[in-house]
Each structure stands twice: as structure tokens, then as C-alpha cells.
């Protein structure tokens, strides 16, 4: 059996972001017994994550995280091998400060390490958001280590693709993966899960909300808000 090593790094407040961590998640435990490094994670989250019987928390077999001095101590071990590594899907890159620049560096590091330790490395579900220069050569870094990057719009590929990064292709959203039973009962309470965006185009996000709350009210039907 495959050894896929997970590394869980999103915002874990957020429920959308939850879905798409355990739609991944889910997906590879069946190809593979799947390895969470979960350090910093609130227990919430990854119970859910865990849930799947071939997933487990890597502290069950290692004490190294990646996340942290973890990353160095991992050059040394032998037994932290693992045939595959994914992250968690979501925006990525973005990097304007100072500190989102170091993050985004020892991304590299880890795709790096892992490399030389035999595994392949691969972002999947992402938006590679380019908002600097130091974007662009990390993105270029990056392409270098991992087996692939599969990212969520084929404008995204395109703008990749025209930096130079060959590995790169689309894939859908992990949403789409979500595998529920839909059973005919009535409902009497949704809930609605959206964030502030900014100003721009991403406003309109308000206006789907507002003619989402206006038609459940008109049904007589309560609304929760995760916001």
C-alpha cells in the first residue's frame, strides 16, 4: 500500500475549507493509507478528516512534523519515507509580506526534501495567485520539485503555463468530489457559508448572499450564517 503523506495547512475556521480538505483527503485513501500532519490543527478539524478508516494522524508514526525545525530533522531520518506528498488545496501563493514569503520558501524546502527522500510532490485544488515577482520565481521553483500542479481555472494554467511552468493543468475544484447521500426529507433550516473578499469584482458575492437570504425567508425557513 501506498504511503501518502498529507500536510494540513488552511484556515481551519472555515467550512468550505474543511470540505475540500476531506474530499481530498477521502479521495486518496483509496489509493493509499493516508498520513495527516496535523501539528497546530484544532482537534474539529481534523476529526473529520480522520474519519476515513484509511486515514490516520502521522504522529502515529513518526514524531517529526514538517512543520517547523520538523522539516530539517526529517533530512536524517530514514524512516520518514513516504511515496507521496499532498498539501492541503485551496489559494496559494499570494506572497507580499515578509513572513507569507518565508511560508511560501519552505514550501519549496519541503518539495525539496521530500524529493531527494524519493517521494513526488503534488498541488492539487489550488489557485496559484501571483502577486508579486516573488510569486513568479516561486512558481517556477516549485515546478521544478513537484510531480505536478493542477489548479482550479484554465486561466490559471494559461498564466502559468506562459511563465514557463510546464507540470501545470487544470482540475476541478475538490467540492465536486464530495460524495453524500441525498435523502428525500423536508428541511427547515440551511445554512449559508461565505466570506468578505474585499472590494472588487469578488462583491458580488454579497449580492448572491442577499438573494439567497431573500428567497429561504420568503420559504419560511431558518438560515444559519458561517461567516
Given amino acids: 500500500m501506498k504511503k501518502i503523506l498529507y500536510i494540513v495547512a488552511t484556515q481551519y475556521e472555515n467550512m468550505g475549507d474543511l470540505l475540500i480538505n476531506k474530499c481530498l483527503v477521502d479521495e486518496l485513501a ?3 493509507k493516508v498520513y495527516l500532519d496535523t501539528k497546530n490543527v484544532p482537534q474539529a478539524f481534523k476529526s473529520v478528516l480522520l474519519e476515513h478508516p484509511n486515514s490516520s494522524e502521522l504522529s502515529e ?22 511515496d ?36 513526488k510532490s503534488v498541488l492539487i485544488g489550488n489557485d496559484f495567485i501571483l502577486a508579486s515577482k516573488f510569486d513568479e520565481s516561486i512558481a517556477k ?15 490559471n494554467v494559461n498564466i502559468l503555463r506562459n511563465l514557463g511552468v510546464s507540470n501545470v493543468d487544470y482540475s476541478p475544484d475538490m467540492c465536486f468530489m464530495m460524495n453524500v ?15 468578505d473578499m474585499g472590494d472588487g469584482p469578488n462583491q458580488k458575492i454579497k449580492e448572491s ?13 431558518d438560515i444559519d450564517y458561517f461567516y
Fill in 30 to 32: 483509496k489509493y493509499g
Fill in 61 to 82: 508514526v513518526s514524531n517529526i512534523s514538517l512543520k517547523g525545525k520538523g522539516l530539517f530533522l526529517s533530512l536524517f531520518s530514514r524512516k520518514f519515507k513516504f
Fill in 84 to 119: 507521496y506528498v499532498f498539501k492541503s488545496p485551496g489559494p496559494f501563493g499570494g506572497s507580499v509580506t515578509l513572513n507569507e514569503k518565508v511560508r511560501a520558501f519552505l514550501f519549496y524546502i519541503i518539495f525539496f526534501t521530500m524529493k531527494l527522500k524519493g517521494a
Fill in 141 to 155: 521553483l516549485y515546478s521544478r520539485v513537484l510531480q505536478g500542479i493542477f489548479v482550479r481555472s484554465k486561466e
Fill in 181 to 195: 447521500e441525498i435523502k428525500d426529507v423536508q428541511r427547515n433550516r440551511v445554512g449559508i457559508s461565505f466570506r
Fill in 209 to 221: 448572499v442577499k438573494r439567497f437570504v431573500q428567497y429561504f425567508t420568503e420559504k419560511q425557513i
